[in-house]
């Protein structure tokens, strides 16, 4: 019997190989070349207005924080909710900036309550991330009108949201900065690399800089404008090594023409184990929001005893996944431990089955057979 795994990215071989020797054949591997193509297909893509490729989506969410605090004169020890149900980089990254999370719960979809938002503002709240779980929106709308009534920035941490699409349009467009992961298992896989989005050209400009050592002129620019002066530039802040590279953007611009057709595949996983789950009231499956043609970047259920039911399928051979555990129950946040039931309570119930492009209705079948019986043995 195969194994099935959680995430096996599929890349367009011969396709991409030949990109990536354009970079080299050129002699061009770094910032500029491919990473402007790359920005450019992006918005294409989104329609969304500003695109700055970077190393990864960490350093974009980041890079959102230094230049929101900057922009606006937060002060160290200033206020970001967030979820505790994330990546440790949405939580890390505030801490990059002495910021301080203030973590609130998340609702049945597994993004924020914006009931739970609210309780958390106080007089130093400067801004929400909001993670949106598996390329789902949750109450993203809600959320959103919140920091717009109370003057909050609103920070979109959409690793998991490449494709997905609210009310027709694709997701970002209302952000105050919108940031997308390309690492190696997410939709649009290349190997690291992320995108920030923001809605002005200022900022978009800013984070030009703040991403290349706060240098005033990228090398492209530099290369590619000649003249006498092109050697000169200035520094105007402490930046970071944060900008993407064109072997990362030769990957995503062959990746990005099939990212459509690839997450139509996995919201047809998605459809056949829900299908094949309907029945069993001791798997429970996670709502949608409505108008929204998800990512379908995971497929999660809650069972009870979640630790022995990925035994029983690591036994049958499949390996899921937990996305993720409370972030409040690691050392580094632990002050807030048990400020956030629900998001506690996923954390010991989640499970995220496999979902990825090579996977056969017979392996779906497979897994959704296994955790049934696994979770019947568990209940009966
Ligand atoms: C993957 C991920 C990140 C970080 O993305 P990188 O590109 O690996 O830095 C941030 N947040 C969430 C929710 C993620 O899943």
């Not at 922009?71 to 990254?93: C, K, M, R, Y």
Request: proline share 4%; with cysteine.
């Amino acid at each position: 019997m195969q194994p099935i795994q959680l995430f096996v990215p599929t890349f367009r071989i011969d396709e991409t190989l030949d990109a990536i020797r354009e970079c080299l054949e050129k002699g061009w591997t770094g910032l500029g070349f491919k990473t402007v193509q790359f920005e450019q297909a992006w918005k294409d893509y989104t329609g969304l207005p500003y695109a700055h490729f970077l190393n990864s989506a960490t350093s974009g969410i980041h890079l959102a924080l230094a230049q929101l605090k900057a922009e606006h004169g937060w002060q160290d020890g200033d206020e970001i909710i967030t979820t505790p149900l994330t990546f440790v980089s949405t939580n890390h990254a505030i801490l990059y900036e002495n910021l301080t999370p203030a973590f609130a719960d998340v609702d049945e979809t597994l993004c924020l309550s914006p009931e739970s938002v609210e309780k958390h503002i106080t007089p130093r709240t400067r801004a929400v991330i909001f993670v949106g779980m598996g390329g789902n929106p949750g109450q993203y709308d809600a959320v959103r009108d919140l920091c717009r009534a109370r003057g909050l920035k609103l920070i979109l941490d959409a690793a998991h949201m490449t494709g997905t699409r609210l009310h027709g349009r694709h997701i970002g467009h209302d952000a105050d900065a919108a940031v997308f992961s390309f690492q190696a298992v997410k939709n649009l896989p290349t190997a690291d690399s992320g995108m920030i989005c923001w809605p002005t050209p200022e900022l978009d400009a800013a984070a030009r800089k703040w991403s290349w050592m706060g240098i005033n002129k990228d090398t492209y620019a530099r290369t590619s404008g000649g003249g006498s002066y092109s050697w000169y530039y200035d520094v105007e802040t402490v930046g970071y090594k944060y900008h993407g590279n064109s072997i990362m953007a030769a990957i995503g611009l062959v990746a990005i023409k099939y990212v459509d057709e690839d997450n139509r595949y996995r919201r047809q996983i998605a459809a056949w184990y829900d299908e094949l789950l309907a029945e069993e009231s001791h798997i429970r499956r996670i709502p949608m929001a409505p108008d929204c043609e998800p990512s379908r970047h995971l497929y999660q259920v809650l069972i009870d005893d979640r630790d022995e039911v990925v035994s029983a399928l690591n036994r049958a051979q499949i390996y899921p996944g937990v996305h993720y555990r409370d972030n409040t129950l690691y050392n580094m946040y632990r002050a807030s431990h048990g400020t956030c039931p629900n998001a506690a309570y996923a954390s010991d119930h989640l499970l995220s089955l496999p979902i990825h492009l090579r996977l056969t209705r017979e392996d779906v079948e497979r897994v959704a057979q296994e955790l049934k019986a696994a979770v019947r043995e568990r209940v009966y």
